[in-house]
Nanobody
Framework: VQLQAFGGGLVQPGGSLRLSCEAS????????MGWYRQAPGKQRELVAA???????NYADSVKGRFTISRDNAKNTVYLQMNNLKPEGTAVYYC??????????????WGQGTLVTVSS
């Protein structure tokens, strides 16, 4: 199983970016999917997580600005980030709790994508 993240880059404060992360491989089902971030010199923190469209969780710092969604048919999770702030500069990692076809449940991580918020 592999998670591939896309969409990072440089954006000005107040701008928007959309991250996506696709899971591929021997997947039976995916439970929770989420995004974490790690800023320089800081610990990795949860940004947002989703089980279903009616079951989401956000860090207080991004509530009202970020939206997490998923496309189960594509095994893909998205993070729409609006009104980005300089403190949002970090490497963003996708995460998924996946049940594989041989019925092991494993926590997988993507490779990380850098988001830089700067003028």
């Amino acid at each position: 199983v592999q998670l591939q993240a896309f969409g990072g880059g440089l954006v000005q404060p107040g701008g928007s970016l959309r991250l996506s992360c696709e899971a591929s491989g021997t997947i039976f089902s995916i439970n929770v999917m989420g995004w974490y971030r790690q800023a320089p010199g800081k610990q990795r923190e949860l940004v947002a997580a989703i089980i279903s469209s009616s079951s989401t969780n956000y860090a207080d710092s991004v509530k009202g600005r970020f939206t997490i969604s998923r496309d189960n048919a594509k095994n893909t999770v998205y993070l729409q980030m609006n009104n980005l702030k300089p403190e949002g500069t970090a490497v963003y990692y996708c995460n998924a709790l996946i049940r594989t076809t041989d019925h092991n449940t494993i926590d997988y991580w993507g490779q990380g994508t850098l988001v830089t918020v700067s003028s």
